[in-house]
């Protein structure tokens, strides 16, 4: 138990709690619900954010899905599709300053509280993983020591959403892991239960499955970075960069692509200290 203690406050202390979740996760389906008035606004946040993945649009989704959420209480996807824009609201948000800290943590326990609701009428994979991400990022708000107590929990709900689906928004629980394992010795990782080489492996499906879903090659960069292999890691960058984000067959991930081909280009230039193609 206290190797596990050790474990946990080495992750918190190294990562500064977590700011590694996966940027532009969005439920990116269309929510199904039994009120026309309220599947109507689930509509509107459909069509909002396949436009753009931006700060005036989540906070646009989040009134959107507050609304339906009240026409429709017992519908777990309004709740969970809430979840997920008050943490995609909150890390769009500045950070350096404590009133800034503080705004963002109001989001992410509204995130975590909307997951929680969702969880009360339906356990899924969704409820699971935003519970947990909102659960992590709010603990970057606050002190380390605070913080620690929530490891545990956070690595539940990561375990069990991605039992329930480990294809959830194209392997959102392997991006969070390998992204984790990034900062954290894989020595630690397996102190806490969790096999990067699993991740990875995950990953991978899911660029075999969906390869023309850019996020997931811009996660596995990155690990690839910390092994020292820089070649590879620009490969899969390359990847994103040649090709249009419109290129994927699912019009609803277009946003998506176009904000990972930009994650993609930036780490091009933090990597060889050149805009892309030059190195």
């Not at 954290?184 to 990782?189: A, G, I, K, L, T």
């Not at 996660?219 to 419109?246: C, G, N, Q, S, W």
């Amino acid at each position: 138990m206290r190797k596990v203690l050790v474990a946990f406050i080495f992750i918190a202390v190294f990562i500064g709690i977590l700011a590694v979740l996966p940027s532009g996760a969005w439920e990116r389906y269309n929510i199904t619900c039994k009120n026309p008035e309220a599947q109507k606004l689930a509509d509107q946040i459909f069509q909002l954010l396949v436009r753009e993945l931006t700060l005036e649009n989540y906070k646009k989704a989040i009134m959107l899905a507050e609304r339906a959420a009240k026409i429709e209480p017992d519908n777990d996807q309004l709740w969970v599709e809430l979840a997920s824009n008050c943490w995609n609201y909150a890390d769009r948000l500045p950070k350096k300053t404590a009133p800034q800290k503080k705004e963002r943590l109001k989001w992410f326990d509204k995130g975590k509280a909307a997951a929680e609701k969702a969880l009360a009428i339906k356990e899924t994979a969704g409820a699971h993983f935003w519970y947990g991400t909102n659960l992590a990022a709010g603990g970057e708000m606050v002190s380390i020591i605070k913080s620690v107590w929530m490891f545990p929990h956070m690595v539940k709900h990561m375990k069990r959403s991605e039992e329930l689906d480990p294809d959830y928004i194209y392997g959102g629980v392997a991006r969070f892991w390998t992204e984790v394992s990034v900062r954290v010795p894989d020595m630690v990782m397996k102190m806490v239960g969790v096999d990067v080489k699993d991740a990875l492996k995950s990953i991978e499906t899911q660029i075999n499955r969906h390869p023309l879903y850019f996020e997931n090659y811009v996660f596995i960069a990155r690990y690839l970075v910390r092994l020292k292999r820089k070649d590879d890691a620009l490969k899969k960058l390359e990847f994103v960069l040649t090709h249009d984000p419109k290129s994927i067959p699912e019009p609803n991930l277009y946003s998506t692509n176009v904000e990972s081909q930009g994650d993609a280009r930036a780490l091009w230039k933090e990597l060889t200290g050149k805009s892309y193609p030059a190195r």
